[in-house]
């Protein structure tokens, strides 16, 4: 990959549009702008509405055009961009004409990764931008958005800050005699430290939350066989998407969809009902069950009136379907519905909803770990505990551990970086990102 090269690609997304934004990257462009918009001096971040005319004079399109003047850009470089219209069409006849200018086609996540170099972005940023373009609810947006713009990163820098503070000064003092040292220095010391650990537990204890958020809350609907499952799934949903039969053992695999339930993005899954069988087929669809069960962040327990109900989780709500059929409802904390009738589901959604924000508990205003931060934190925490526990007074081995800390965080934002870091996390964006 060549940084020095002019790069193009759609930013605003694929398919048939009314607009397209097609973003061009590259060193000196302002002389090519000059020409693309036949206006000599041109002003930077000013709009041209011009027709975008190839090397013959024929026009491709009507076109608005907006030169950004590096260091002033979103790569740090020179960047144009052309707003057409978005007709499959339109955008195939720019590109070739790019292409006629010694222009190639961006790779997923290469202008960000300009703006990385360029010291645009860190790693967290970049990171937060992905979960943005990803997001589908509001909480994803806000938490996305977060991220994005700088509020992990302020976090991650401060720790790292410590960090190397901490290490500089414990391998400073062993330029002194302890006679030379102020009193409890050590003590003071392993306490900063403590505090670092404990500030990194405690976002590491929020991972799974903070995945909820990012990838959306597992719910699995279970229960024995005939209960409604699948017909509580469509009512959920608003639509059919699991057969209903009254034949016991219809629901043989697993069946999923995401719904949006106060912002928070929910991944329902109705499963196979659970019950002593001979059948193969059906076996693998309850061992799908017990799969998602293990995986599930809120359990829906579904049993109807004639069931004698088991004790309770705190992982699950205990919904007692075909309330139609009863004149009581006399088992407490259960929520009595009736999906085929629609009775009840509202308050289901609610109490849903409800047990969402407990199991977040706000962790889209926290740190958005993902799988690659979540592992340079957990070696972060280790070097902090080893650097606790193996010290033992000896500020050269404190001084080695916090050093190997304040490096785990330095992959997290990007400032100690290695090939493999940087192709995952960009991989992540799409073209014109």
Request: with cysteine; proline share 2%; net charge negative.
């Given at each position: 990959?060549?940084?020095?090269?002019?790069?193009?690609?759609?930013?605003?997304?694929?398919?048939?549009?009314?607009?397209?934004?097609?973003?061009?990257?590259?060193?000196?462009?302002?002389?090519?702008?000059?020409?693309?918009?036949?206006?000599?001096?041109?002003?930077?971040?000013?709009?041209?509405?011009?027709?975008?005319?190839?090397?013959?004079?024929?026009?491709?399109?009507?076109?608005?055009?907006?030169?950004?003047?590096?260091?002033?850009?979103?790569?740090?470089?020179?960047?144009?961009?052309?707003?057409?219209?978005?007709?499959?069409?339109?955008?195939?006849?720019?590109?070739?004409?790019?292409?006629?200018?010694?222009?190639?086609?961006?790779?997923?996540?290469?202008?960000?990764?300009?703006?990385?170099?360029?010291?645009?972005?860190?790693?967290?940023?970049?990171?937060?931008?992905?979960?943005?373009?990803?997001?589908?609810?509001?909480?994803?947006?806000?938490?996305?958005?977060?991220?994005?713009?700088?509020?992990?990163?302020?976090?991650?820098?401060?720790?790292?800050?410590?960090?190397?503070?901490?290490?500089?000064?414990?391998?400073?003092?062993?330029?002194?005699?302890p006679d030379d040292l102020p009193a409890n220095i050590y003590e003071r010391v392993i306490e900063k430290t403590k505090k670092l650990y404990s500030?990194?537990?405690?976002?590491?204890?929020?991972?799974?939350?903070?995945?909820?958020?990012?990838?959306?809350?597992?719910?699995?609907?279970?229960?024995?066989?005939?209960?409604?499952?699948?017909?509580?799934?469509?009512?959920?949903?608003?639509?059919?998407?699991?057969?209903?039969?009254?034949?016991?053992?219809?629901?043989?695999?697993?069946?999923?969809?995401?719904?949006?339930?106060?912002?928070?993005?929910?991944?329902?899954?109705?499963?196979?009902?659970?019950?002593?069988?001979?059948?193969?087929?059906?076996?693998?669809?309850?061992?799908?069950?017990?799969?998602?069960?293990?995986?599930?962040?809120?359990?829906?327990?579904?049993?109807?009136?004639?069931?004698?109900?088991?004790?309770?989780?705190?992982?699950?709500?205990?919904?007692?379907?075909?309330?139609?059929?009863?004149?009581?409802?006399?088992?407490?904390?259960?929520?009595?519905?009736?999906?085929?009738?629609?009775?009840?589901?509202?308050?289901?959604?609610?109490?849903?909803?409800?047990?969402?924000?407990?199991?977040?508990?706000?962790?889209?205003?926290?740190?958005?770990?993902?799988?690659?931060?979540?592992?340079?934190?957990?070696?972060?925490?280790?070097?902090?505990?080893?650097?606790?526990?193996?010290?033992?007074?000896?500020?050269?081995?404190?001084?080695?551990?916090?050093?190997?800390?304040?490096?785990?965080?330095?992959?997290i934002l990007g400032t100690i970086s290695t090939a493999d870091i940087l192709d995952a996390t960009f991989s992540q964006l799409c073209l014109g990102?």
């Amino acid at each position: 990959m060549n940084n020095n090269d002019t790069i193009f690609a759609v930013s605003s997304g694929h398919g048939k549009s009314g607009v397209a934004v097609i973003r061009i990257s590259g060193n000196d462009l302002k002389n090519f702008a000059e020409k693309l918009i036949g206006c000599t001096p041109l002003v930077p971040r000013h709009t041209y509405f011009k027709n975008l005319c190839d090397e013959t004079g024929e026009i491709i399109d009507q076109c608005v055009i907006i030169y950004f003047a590096a260091p002033h850009s979103f790569t740090g470089t020179d960047v144009i961009e052309i707003h057409s219209h978005g007709a499959p069409a339109v955008i195939n006849k720019i590109f070739d004409f790019l292409k006629t200018k010694n222009m190639r086609l961006a790779t997923p996540g290469e202008f960000s990764r300009r703006a990385f170099y360029a010291g645009k972005m860190d790693l967290t940023d970049v990171d937060g931008l992905a979960a943005l373009l990803d997001a589908e609810t509001d909480i994803q947006r806000k938490s996305a958005l977060r991220s994005m713009m700088g509020g992990d990163g302020e976090t991650y820098n401060a720790w790292r800050n410590d960090m190397i503070e901490i290490s500089a000064y414990a391998a400073a003092m062993l330029d002194y005699s302890p006679d030379d040292l102020p009193a409890n220095i050590y003590e003071r010391v392993i306490e900063k430290t403590k505090k670092l650990y404990s500030e990194i537990s405690n976002a590491l204890s929020r991972y799974k939350t903070a995945r909820a958020i990012r990838g959306g809350v597992n719910i699995a609907i279970i229960g024995e066989t005939n209960v409604g499952k699948s017909s509580l799934f469509n009512a959920i949903l608003g639509t059919s998407r699991a057969i209903v039969s009254d034949i016991p053992g219809t629901t043989r695999d697993v069946v999923s969809a995401s719904v949006d339930m106060g912002g928070y993005l929910v991944n329902l899954s109705d499963t196979a009902g659970l019950r002593e069988t001979s059948d193969t087929v059906e076996k693998i669809g309850i061992d799908r069950t017990h799969d998602e069960i293990k995986n599930a962040d809120l359990i829906i327990h579904v049993i109807t009136p004639n069931d004698t109900p088991n004790n309770v989780s705190s992982g699950e709500l205990l919904v007692i379907n075909k309330c139609d059929t009863t004149n009581t409802q006399n088992i407490k904390n259960a929520i009595y519905v009736s999906a085929k009738n629609n009775i009840g589901v509202d308050e289901l959604v609610k109490t849903i909803t409800s047990k969402i924000r407990e199991i977040t508990d706000g962790s889209e205003s926290g740190l958005m770990i993902n799988a690659r931060t979540y592992e340079l934190l957990k070696t972060a925490q280790s070097e902090l505990e080893n650097a606790i526990e193996k010290s033992d007074g000896d500020y050269d081995i404190l001084s080695e551990h916090v050093r190997y800390a304040a490096d785990a965080i330095g992959k997290i934002l990007g400032t100690i970086s290695t090939a493999d870091i940087l192709d995952a996390t960009f991989s992540q964006l799409c073209l014109g990102k």
